[in-house]
T-cell receptor, first 114, second 109 residues
Framework: DARVTQTPRHKVTEMGQEVTMRCQPI?????VFWYRQTMMQGLELLAY????????DSGMPKDRFSAEMPDATLATLKIQPSEPRDSAVYFC????????????FGPGTRLTVT | GQNIDQPTEMTATEGAIVQINCTYQ??????LFWYQQHAGEAPTFLSY????GLEEKGRFSSFLSRSKGYSYLLLKELQMKDSASYLC??????????FGDGTTLTVKP
């Protein structure tokens, strides 16, 4: 049963530390999305890739966030340095085709920055 | 840019029908998603509408009017397990998706 996997599932860190979140998209999916969800802001698109190339990262604070796809089976989202306001659930989703109409979400990484 | 609006909360009775509305303003609009999200879980795909009209999938149906910038999700024969947040999301031609804040549906016995 093909699923998007994310690690870690939970992360507690102190302000100023680097955080790296990883995502393995479903094999064969060529589009990968990173979302952040909080009670206040809802689900926000941070960045997305198609065929490993970044298409849009306008939703991401560039000074501290970076997203990459080193290969087709791994997407990473880094925060350096982390701040308490970054506390949220970070979801990765993958899809196939130009429109990626159906996005399959991973279980999320719950990040708490103290 | 994109702007998605949907009601914050709705309550309905088990066995009934409920309609969740969504209005959108999206540049380069391609289509509209509906996702279901149970508390503490990831969103799961329900439907995607590109053309005007109603698409039915079991107990769930989704409608789109491109000219009015309007969509709704219709849930029939409500079950307790349908209590969840329902997210409306617009997709642009460039593949960028923007989600609404979600409608929390509570199904009561």
């Amino acid at each position: 049963d093909a699923r998007v996997t994310q690690t870690p599932r939970h992360k507690v860190t102190e302000m100023g530390q680097e955080v790296t979140m990883r995502c393995q998209p479903i094999l064969g999916h060529n589009t990968v999305f990173w979302y952040r969800q909080t009670m206040m802001q809802g689900l926000e698109l941070l960045a997305y890739f198609r065929n490993r190339a970044p298409l849009d990262d306008s939703g991401m604070p560039k000074d501290r966030f970076s997203a990459e796809m080193p290969d087709a089976t791994l997407a990473t989202l880094k925060i350096q340095p982390s701040e308490p306001r970054d506390s949220a659930v970070y979801f990765c989703a993958s899809g196939s085709g130009t429109g990626a109409y159906e996005q399959y979400f991973g279980p999320g990484t719950r990040l708490t920055v103290t | 840019g994109q702007n998605i609006d949907q009601p914050t909360e709705m309550t309905a009775t088990e066995g009934a029908i409920v309609q969740i509305n969504c209005t959108y303003q999206t540049s380069g609009f391609n289509g509209l998603f509906w996702y279901q999200q149970h508390a503490g879980e990831a969103p799961t795909f329900l439907s995607y509408n590109v053309l005007d009209g109603l698409e039915e999938k079991g107990r769930f149906s989704s409608f789109l009017s491109r000219s009015k910038g309007y969509s709704y999700l219709l849930l029939k024969e409500l079950q307790m397990k349908d209590s969840a947040s329902y997210l409306c999301a617009g997709l642009t031609n460039a593949g960028k998706s923007t989600f609404g804040d979600g409608t929390t549906l509570t199904v009561k016995p």
